[in-house]
């Protein structure tokens, strides 16, 4: 069983930054894909961006050049950096962590990030 805790969302304006982070307990984190997602009211579900265990990255179209996914994982922990907010990413965030090898996938609690002057 996996545990997932995300921290750092809240209210920024307009142009700021705000960095997320998803602590990992329960199971060998460098074996599991871990990403962000985010869910919007009224809107599914939708992916941000994602880490293997090696650092490779994939991110939403939306998320290019304004947010940086990484993993420490000495420290068990995943990262979203968030930089030039703007309000279409308002939205709660999600930590999500996938085992290749054993298809189990965990959801955190999410954190909510609201873009608004």
């Known amino acids: 069983q996996v545990e997932l805790a995300e921290s750092g969302g809240g209210l920024v304006q307009p142009g700021g930054s705000l960095r997320l982070s998803c602590g990992f307990l329960g199971n060998i984190f460098s074996t599991y894909l871990m990403g962000w997602y985010r869910q919007a009211p009224g809107k599914q579900r939708e992916l941000v961006a994602r880490?293997?265990?090696?650092?490779?990255?994939n991110y939403a179209d939306s998320a290019k050049g304004r947010f940086t996914i990484s993993r420490d994982n000495l420290k068990n922990t995943v990262y979203l950096q968030m930089d030039s907010l703007i309000p279409e990413d308002t939205a709660v965030y999600y930590c999500n962590a996938f085992s290749v090898r054993s298809r189990n996938n965990y959801w955190g609690q999410g954190t909510q990030v609201t873009v608004s002057s």
């Open positions: 880490i293997d265990g090696g650092g490779g990255t």
